[in-house]
Structures are given as C-alpha cells and as structure tokens.
C-alpha cells in the first residue's frame, strides 16, 4: 500500500488558494489536486473561497433580502463563469509555478486517450 500523499494544513492550503507554492514534499498532492478526480471541482472550490468575504459583506448590507440574494447570486454566477472559463490556463500557471510540466494530465484520461488512438489507428490504417 502507498502512502497517502502529505496534505497542507489549513493555512498552507489557504496561501495555496491564493496562489502560494507548496513546498516540494506536498508535490504529489498538488499532482493530484490539479490532476486526479474530480479536479474541476476542486477547482471550483478554490476559485471561491477567496470570495466568501465578499459574500458576507453583500449579504450584511442594508436592504430587502431579495436584493441583497440577488446581488451574491451575480457576484457567484460571474465567479464561476471565470472560474471555469479560465480552468485550464490557472491550472498550467500552478502545475508549472509546482515545477511540474503544464501539459500534466489526469492518469485515466492519458490512459483512456492512449486506447482511443490505438482503436482508431487499427480501424484507420496510414
């Protein structure tokens, strides 16, 4: 049995939101953050937690409820828009800031690729 990976403690993983590097030890970690299941979500998530704040502060503003609802469900919608939007290229910026190659993919997604081509290579010869 492998050993798990070593995870940062909860400030490690909030500088590491913010853009940080995680020190070498924690580079099978970060592989498997940027590469492994359920990446997008993970993603997602470190996309809006620097934003929380910002919701408290809209939802602690005067006013209807609805306005104030409404207001944060903009200000998410907008976020995750850009979150997703730019996934792969903040995804590249921290796998190259790690030292890994910014081309780095999920191991089943390689392995899935690697057995579609060869399908299609014997289906379609040169």
Known sequence: ???KPQ???????????FGRRLPDS???WVRNDLTGRYAAARHVL?????FLPVFVVIL?????LWLRT????????LLLFYTVAFMPMNR?????????????????????????????EAQHPR
Do not use: F
Not at 7 to 17: E, L
Not at 46 to 50: I, K, L, M, Q, T
């Open 92 to 120: 590249a910026h921290r796998l190259i800031k790690h030292g890994l190659p910014a081309d780095l993919e999920n191991p089943r997604r390689a392995q899935r690729r690697a057995r579609e081509r060869a399908i299609y």
């Open 7 to 17: 995870r940062p403690n909860p400030i490690q993983w909030i500088g590491y939101v």
């Open 1 to 3: 049995m492998t050993p």
């Open 46 to 50: 470190r996309g809006v937690v620097p």
């Open 26 to 28: 924690m580079l099978d």
């Open 70 to 77: 409404a207001a944060a469900t903009l200000v998410l919608l």
């Open 60 to 64: 602690l503003l005067p006013g209807e």
